[in-house]
């Protein structure tokens, strides 16, 4: 047990197992350019459903795919064990370190392993377990039900802003901003959010997000006005985003030991 | 727009004579190339200042060619002023990256409107720090190598004795600084993606464009370099072969798939603005 907990750990297989990931992502982008209709479905339908349909049937061009998925899991059973050998014996060499701060900056490089364990973690529970509604319309004034829930949404207003100006040649009179008014409505509780483009919102575990709206042009033929929705339900976004933190923070960390401590004295990092 | 582009022709005109300068004349007319390299700088400089005010609040697509010589330029504007080791290597870089953004431009996508947020930019602006790190950390490696050739080619066993501890370590370091340097805009910008693309897509990765595995693949070369760096698992030579090799892969990775077919470029309107201007 001993031996394969070492070897699970050791910085060779980390190696090994980096340098195959960027051989598999070179190979997976050679495949991807030209296919991204194959892998564009992936997001919609869930990891399991998607293995099931594209994944079987494109074999050639998913290969790199499943490579990758081996890889990662790999990568991330490596860190754990190796991070984990050497956060013990950190702690267990804790009395060498007379100061508090350089002891707890020690740990940044654990931190943003286990972090990229815990985003790496956040991602498969998406892939798995996300529901995606990957595009609800709703016209001015329409009141639709969304599916698999009980929450009905209304679009109230929708707020556009045309582009006027010498500046952006080809925006004008395109769509520059725009904001739309929903009122939602559960368990006969109703509450308004705005939404926009890259401005999501969050309602009872769902995510709303802006896909696209009309109508885009001031002049011209006009459309009537509407909004596309993704809607989302994701229980892994909250751990890779909370990975993200812990690994920008442990990098922070390690900057600051290298930069402020290390090259004071002129250590070599 | 037009404007722009000829901009960024007279500062790759001037990177080109700055570099004519640093061969032909070693060590004299310091002053002339002095000049000559910072017109260069500030040409690129107002050319990308007029790319991204001609996009604002858009994220300019497909513009690293035209911002990474200036990022780099302006990243080693000690090495480069003082002429210090390396500095011809990485003039010659400047010329090479600035002369395939002029042949193979690719700057004729408009924006979209997906890109009207922080993220985007700072996406888009640490991926190309990040980026400039990365060939900086290469250059300083190639110069290694060079050293290291020299002096064990000539048999001097003193001197490279000598120079190991002068120069060579030196060079290291300073690989293993911009390594570290460059990881981590690369990782501010990965992560500032992911977060834009859960803004605008409601998912981490949004799989429209193959760049990503690239940029991903790039990501764990580094994580590779690092920890082998960080493990003292090599020597310094092995090192620095992979510093190179890592910068020639940050080439092919992220630069080549921002450059577009080849067209010559059109000088005529550079030679009617300046006959304007003059």
């Keep these: 047990m001993k031996k394969i907990w070492k070897a699970l750990g050791s910085i060779r297989l980390t190696i090994i197992v980096l340098l195959l990931l960027v051989c598999d992502l070179a190979g997976g982008y050679a495949s991807l350019r030209g296919s991204e209709k194959i892998f564009k479905p992936l997001n919609d339908l869930g990891l399991i459903e998607w293995i099931s349909t594209y994944g079987k049937t494109y074999p050639g061009h998913t290969v790199w795919f499943f490579a990758l998925f081996v890889l990662l899991f790999l990568l991330a059973v490596n860190t754990f064990v190796c991070t984990t050998d050497r956060v013990f014996v950190l702690i267990e060499n804790r009395k060498h370190f007379l100061n508090r701060l350089r002891f707890f900056l020690k740990f940044s490089v654990h931190i943003m392993h286990y972090a990229l364990i815990i985003i790496l973690i956040g991602y498969l529970v998406s892939y798995l377990y996300a529901v995606t509604c990957s595009n609800m319309i709703i016209a001015l004034n329409q009141d639709s039900m969304i599916p698999g829930t009980k929450i009905r949404v209304l679009l109230q207003s929708i707020d556009i802003d045309y582009y006027q100006g010498d500046r952006l040649d080809f925006l004008n009179d395109r769509a520059c901003k725009v904001k739309a008014d929903l009122l939602l409505t559960a368990d006969d509780k109703q509450t308004s959010k705005t939404i926009g483009l890259n401005d999501p919102f969050w309602f009872k575990d769902l995510s709303f997000h802006l896909n696209d709206f009309a109508p885009r042009y001031k002049s011209g033929m006009q459309r009537q006005p509407y909004i596309s929705l993704i809607i989302k339900k994701d229980p892994g976004m909250k751990l890779y985003f909370s990975g993200t933190v812990f690994f920008l923070a442990g990098l922070i960390m390690y900057l600051y030991q290298w930069f402020l401590l290390q090259s004071r004295k002129g250590e070599e990092i | ?278």
């Design chain 2, 1 to 278: 727009m037009f404007f722009i582009r000829d901009l960024f022709y007279i500062a790759a005109f001037f990177y080109l004579l700055s570099l004519g300068i640093c061969i032909l004349c070693r060590g004299k007319l310091i002053l002339f190339f002095r000049c000559l390299l910072f017109i260069g700088l500030f040409a690129n400089l107002l050319s990308i200042t007029g790319r991204y005010y001609f996009s604002w609040p858009l994220m300019p697509m497909y513009q690293v060619p035209f911002f990474l010589p200036l990022v780099i330029g302006v990243l080693l504007f000690k090495t480069i002023w003082h002429k210090q080791a390396g500095c011809m290597l990485l003039v010659c870089a400047l010329c090479l990256l600035s002369m395939a953004a002029v042949f193979f431009p690719n700057d004729f996508y408009l924006p979209f409107l997906e890109s009207r947020t922080f993220f985007s930019h700072l996406f888009f602006l640490a991926g190309i720090v990040g980026q400039a790190c990365f060939i900086i950390a290469g250059a300083h490696a190639l110069v290694h190598i060079r050293l290291c050739r020299t002096n064990s080619g000539n048999g001097q066993a003193q001197k490279l004795e000598k120079s190991k501890n002068r120069v060579f370590p030196g060079n290291r370091i300073r690989t293993s600084r911009w390594v570290v340097w460059g990881f981590a805009f690369w990782t501010i910008s990965m992560f500032s993606g992911e977060i834009w693309s859960y803004l605008g897509w409601g998912s981490p990765v949004v799989w429209d464009d193959a760049a990503i595995l690239t940029a991903m693949a790039t990501w764990f070369y580094y994580t590779c370099f690092l920890h082998l760096h960080l493990q003292k698992m090599w020597n310094s030579q092995r090192q620095a072969y992979a510093a190179v090799f890592g910068a020639v892969l940050t080439l092919i990775f992220n630069f080549y798939p921002d450059l577009g077919k080849f067209k010559f470029p059109d000088l005529n309107h550079l030679f009617q603005s300046l006959r304007t201007i003059l």
